[in-house]
């Protein structure tokens, strides 16, 4: 009778262990689906940036400076190695595309033009899809996280060696500190 | 106001559960009605000679058969339907003018996390927006054309992101249902008060001659259900939306971090003032605001909970400005 209630128990405990592994495994996917929607909108940013450059040379000829940063800018993060690295050559070529859409401002003609407009919205909208790809991945692997170092759970997270997952961070001091914005009033 | 704190998981087994009750309800209702129609033959029949009682219950089994079918229609088709009623048309893919909306759909269904849904148009100045479907997987966004016109980047977004998260919700999945079995009911009760009246003209004085007490409680306990039914199938969809607006609002803010682009449109859609003329009262409950511009969605109590498709506008902006003051 003990022998049963025991067989029982540890049948129950089993089948615990086996839904919580699974609940991981599905959780590790849907973050390494996430960090690959990732890669997915950088890599659509590098492919946009040539065609965007391209149409605006025409008239910004006195910004050649501009327009070569941005492809140096582009060409070092296609060929960046690892988070980090990543990250900085990322956020260079945010940079630099910032100030050519500056500059663009003072171009009435080129902000007229249709296809300018066009790659204008293509390149801030995958700009969004990177944000939003990053918000997601944030999120999920946060959940991961959760997951596995909640108690109990995280025992079974130690013996089959699930480790958390790294969240995506504003790796630029700069970006991370607060705008100081001075709101004393001068005569 | 009490804001029901459910978490999204709660929120989507609810309204599962929520739609099959809706459904179960509904076929046995419609089996009540033909129920009654057979007591109805049945009774009147009674002193004639042909047919003495019904052995089956043929209008019950019919009535529940047909219900069943409607059910099911509405379960895996009412998408169609919703859309169809509304002249809504799938967005040309490469027309530059519809660009931004569907890159505003593709980035929010990335902030969600769910297959893109497929886009459609509704031909109507009036600005509005609703999404219809049985699950992620088969979820259509639709727009009016006013929407796309007067609504800003950041405002189009958020609308968007309102709509996925009703999506995520598996709102749309219980409205969509309710939007089309509304349109059901409605021909049921229209049949079954002809029935009445053209029945009512000839076998009227056999049964009162007759006069059965019980069958006469039954009698009336129908009527009444016929005559009440599109006041209940309406009530039940006012009921079902006005909580799922406020935590669609909620959340949907929390995909674009951004809860004042989403007052703004709501601003916009609100003082655009022309009712939409494209979207049926039937389907009125799904949209992010109410296309007809009814008075009682302004209000707040016990008679706008009871008459409202809608919680106030100025309640939902006052809510999600007070999000983005919390958030800085």
Known sequence: MILLLVFGLLLLLLFWGIGQYNKLVTLRNQVQNGWKQIDVQLKRRHDLIPNLVNTVKGYMQYEQETLDKVIQARNAATTASGVADAATKENALTGALGRLFALAENYPTLKANENVKQLQEELSSTENKIGFARQFFNDIATKFNIAQQVFPANII?????????????????AERAVPHVDLSLKK | MTLT???IYEQQSHNKTLTVLVLVGFVLFVGFLGFGLDMYLSGSGLDSDEGAGLPIPVATILAMSVAGVGAARSAFNGDAAVLASSTAVPVPEDDPRYRQLMNVVDEMSIAAGLPRPKVYLVPDQDPNAF??????????????EGLVERLSRDELQAVVAHEMSHIRNYD???MTVVASLIGTVLLITEFGTRMLRFGGATAGKKSSKKGGGGLGI?????????????????????????QREFLADASGAELTRNPL?????????????????????????????DP???????????LADLMGTHPPVEKRIMLLKAMAYQTG
């Open chain 2, 172 to 174: 749309i999945r219980l």
């Open chain 2, 261 to 289: 682009a989403l007052a703004a449109a709501l601003q916009k859609i609100t003082d655009a003032d022309e009712p939409t003329q494209a979207i049926k009262k039937g389907s009125a409950h799904l949209c992010i605001a």
């Open chain 2, 131 to 144: 999404a219809t479907g049985r699950d992620p997987a088969h979820a259509s966004i639709a727009v009016t």
């Open chain 2, 5 to 7: 704190a459910r978490n």
């Open chain 2, 218 to 242: 039954l009698m009336l306990v129908w009527v009444v259900a016929l005559i009440l039914a599109p006041v209940i199938s309406q009530l039940l969809a006012m009921a079902v939306s006005r």
């Open chain 1, 157 to 173: 997270a130690g013996m089959f060696g699930f480790r958390p997952s790294e969240l995506f961070e504003v790796t630029d001091a």
């Open chain 2, 292 to 302: 007809l511009g009814r008075k009682a969605n302004e209000r707040e109590g016990f």
